[in-house]
């Protein structure tokens, strides 16, 4: 017997693929991941309990022996020590010794503050003459040295051959009414350019201090720059 399709047959949709599989995959593999994660959360509250409970006994103990320490702090007997003899100062070992009391006749070999009395000089020499005293030199009236800091300037040269005003303070000492050369400018570097130009800023300063009638800048005037 032949069979014959008809259009309308050969175009009707098959059958549908079922979800079905997938979905209860997915909800399998989704309750075992949530059992997981809630272990997890369950051992970590478990162990913040424990640290907690811990914690709160290390607490507990320290202030138990705390109080039984003061406890026994507070028992103890107030017991006031005796310094032994080696720890008195001299005066409180000598006050320690029994008073020796010297028999007449007997010569008297220890002396302290506490059995010794003395006898007056015996010192029998005559002082010397009154003119011996008057002829003791008198004793040296020399100040110490003074530091002065004065301002000083000087045109100096440049590299490239240019002349450029160099200026600042030096430092000089001062000792009986002259001024000591050695010590103009010891504040800059030695043997430097700069220190050079203070020397001779130096010079010029003392001349024109000599001019005004400073007798100290006098001695100075002619130094070596």
């Given at each position: 017997?032949?069979?014959?399709?008809?259009?309308?047959?050969?175009?009707?949709?098959?059958?549908?693929?079922?979800?079905?599989?997938?979905?209860?995959?997915?909800?399998?593999?989704?309750?075992?991941?949530?059992?997981f994660?809630?272990?997890?959360?369950?051992?970590?509250?478990?162990?913040?309990?424990?640290?907690?409970?811990?914690?709160?006994?290390?607490?507990?103990?320290?202030?138990q022996?705390?109080?039984?320490?003061?406890?026994?702090?507070?028992?103890?007997?107030?017991?006031?020590?005796?310094?032994?003899?080696?720890?008195?100062?001299?005066?409180?070992?000598?006050?320690?010794?029994?008073?020796?009391?010297?028999?007449?006749?007997?010569?008297?070999?220890?002396?302290?503050?506490?059995?010794?009395?003395?006898?007056?000089?015996?010192?029998?020499?005559?002082?010397?003459?009154?003119?011996?005293?008057?002829?003791?030199?008198?004793?040296?009236?020399?100040q110490?040295?003074?530091?002065?800091?004065?301002?000083?300037?000087?045109?100096?040269?440049?590299?490239?051959?240019?002349?450029?005003?160099?200026?600042g303070?030096?430092?000089?000492?001062?000792?009986?009414?002259?001024?000591?050369?050695?010590?103009?400018?010891k504040?800059?570097?030695?043997?430097?350019?700069?220190?050079?130009?203070?020397?001779k800023?130096?010079?010029?300063?003392?001349?024109?201090?000599?001019?005004?009638?400073?007798?100290?800048?006098?001695?100075?005037?002619?130094?070596?720059?």
């Open positions: 017997m032949d069979l014959q399709l008809s259009p309308e047959d050969r175009l009707a949709p098959g059958p549908k693929a079922s979800n079905r599989p997938i979905i209860v995959i997915t909800l399998i593999v989704s309750t075992i991941v949530g059992g994660g809630w272990k997890l959360y369950q051992e970590d509250q478990e162990k913040n309990r424990k640290l907690e409970s811990l914690e709160r006994h290390n607490a507990e103990l320290k202030r022996e705390d109080e039984w320490r003061e406890q026994l702090e507070a028992q103890k007997p107030r017991i006031e020590r005796t310094p032994h003899y080696y720890e008195l100062n001299t005066e409180e070992r000598e006050a320690e010794k029994p008073i020796r009391i010297v028999a007449p006749g007997e010569r008297q070999t220890v002396f302290n503050d506490r059995n010794y009395t003395p006898k007056g000089a015996v010192n029998s020499v005559a002082p010397p003459a009154q003119r011996h005293y008057n002829n003791t030199p008198a004793r040296s009236t020399q110490p040295p003074q530091q002065r800091v004065a301002p000083w300037k000087w045109e100096s040269f440049a590299s490239g051959g240019r002349k450029k005003w160099e200026s303070n030096f430092t000089y000492m001062v000792q009986a009414g002259r001024v000591d050369t050695g010590s103009v400018c504040n800059e570097n030695y043997g430097s350019l700069r220190y050079r130009d203070c020397r800023g130096a010079k010029a300063y003392f001349t024109q201090r000599c001019k005004s009638g400073d007798t100290v800048a006098c001695t100075a005037q002619h130094m070596a720059p």
